[in-house]
């Protein structure tokens, strides 16, 4: 198992637990909270709500966007708390990727009945390392179109 397949199921396995304790429904804010929370006890280096500079034609924009979690450096959570997650979800967290060269995310919606339902696993397929596994199914590109 690769680095980034322990982390991403150090998680899943949180998320899955806070989901089975807190139920759907709350703000994305609360589930970010105990979910980094969650994480930083197992031993995981946790930024929440990480500014991100882009640079485009020369220019720089500092804090284009802000990544909910970036775990261990490596990978992004996006935490959604919608009805159902969209094309758009996903193009965005797979953008995030991009631009900060990072080979995965989780795009994790909490509002459903089981935890299962609202985990997408994003692969960036434009990234040269490739010290992860994924099959072509979990590709954002395969799934969404992206």
Excluded: W
Excluded at 36 to 47: E, N, P, W
Excluded at 64 to 87: G, Y
Excluded at 113 to 128: C, L
């Amino acid at each position: 198992m690769s680095e980034i397949d322990r982390i991403t199921a150090e998680i899943l396995d949180c998320s899955i637990r806070i989901h089975r304790e807190l139920g759907p429904g709350l703000l994305e804010s609360v589930y970010e909270t105990v979910l980094a929370a969650s994480l930083h006890r197992l031993g995981l280096k946790i930024d929440r709500q990480l500014p991100i500079d882009i640079e485009f034609d020369g220019m720089k924009f500092p804090a284009a966007f802000r990544a909910d979690l970036l775990v261990e450096n490596a990978v992004i959570v996006e935490i959604k708390s919608v009805e159902q997650l969209s094309r758009s979800h996903a193009k965005q967290l797979l953008t995030y990727l991009r631009l900060m060269r990072l080979p995965v995310g989780l795009l994790l919606n909490f509002s459903g009945a089981t935890m299962k339902e609202g985990v997408r696993r994003i692969v960036n397929a434009h990234v040269e390392d490739r010290n992860f596994s994924a099959s072509p199914r979990l590709r954002a590109k395969s799934e969404y179109g992206a």
